[in-house]
């Protein structure tokens, strides 16, 4: 009888590198891995552009140098699409969709759970699917589906510890994690303060675009996460940079 197919879900984070590396050292089966890439519009990725970098030159090259065959999926629709459509129904009817919810990333729904489930469906039935989900993340690994999602990091007894410090002894460790510690778009509304300050501070053409689409009239909503506009994010920016020109001065 032939062997199931087994694919590992990657994000290039250091969890499910980590379980790629394993399943190679232990001589798992692994007939692909699987990424799909979310864009904040035709020609930008949303990927933080130190993790694009990663992503392409570095982590790709390693993989495929290992034997993993990368599928990479991309939907069509991008963050910006999704902002600029107009709403069809109900009381906000025309109006501009503006920022993704959080906690109901319609980025999520849209760019990233459509596309893998449009990838799985051409799959066998009896596909098993490697997920980066370590040993101490119980609750996680609870939701795991029997037999068809396999965690091969709690087959190794690996925590997210274990797991960083493989990708880094294998030169495998996104430089993302110098400034935060999750994954994402470099656009989510659950950014944390750290995250948000590296993209104002080193891609001021990232943070100008999320300004130009604070900008735009007629929005479902100006918050862009629960608390704030992008608009009053830049504003505290710009109060730091002057409070600390000040204090050096
Ligand atoms: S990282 Fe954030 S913006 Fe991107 S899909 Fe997930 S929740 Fe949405």
């Excluded at 891995?33 to 090259?61: L, R």
Aim: net charge neutral; charged share 30%.
């Amino acid at each position: 009888m032939e062997r199931p197919k087994f694919i590992a879900s990657c994000s290039f984070g250091k969890d499910s590198l980590a379980a790629i590396l394993l399943a190679k050292e232990h001589g798992e089966p692994l007939d692909e891995a699987v990424y799909c890439e979310v864009m904040f519009d035709k020609d930008i990725s949303g990927e933080v552009p130190e993790h694009w970098d990663f992503i392409y030159g570095t982590a790709i090259p390693a993989l495929e140098r290992m034997g993993v065959k990368i599928v990479v999926l991309r939907s069509e629709k991008t963050y910006v699409e999704l902002f600029t459509g107009r709403v069809t129904r109900g009381s906000k009817k025309g109006m501009v969709r503006s920022f993704p919810l959080c906690g109901k990333c319609a980025v999520q729904r849209d760019c990233k759970v459509r596309p893998i489930e449009r990838y799985q469906k051409n799959l066998p039935a009896d596909v098993v699917q490697y997920v980066g989900i370590a040993q101490d993340e119980q609750e996680r690994l609870l939701r795991l589906e029997d037999g068809r999602q396999v965690s091969l990091l709690a087959k190794y007894n690996f925590t997210e510890q274990d797991a960083w410090q493989l990708c880094e002894k294998s030169g495998l460790l996104s430089p993302v994690y110098a400034f935060t510690d999750r994954g994402g778009c470099w656009f989510c509304p659950n950014a944390k303060r750290a995250e948000l300050r590296h993209l104002y501070d080193h891609h001021p053409d990232l943070w100008g675009r999320m300004m130009a689409l604070q900008a735009i009239p007629g929005k479902t909503t100006e918050k862009f996460n629960r608390t704030q506009r992008f608009s009053d994010i830049d504003a505290i920016f710009r109060q730091e940079d002057e409070d600390a020109a000040q204090a050096a001065a």
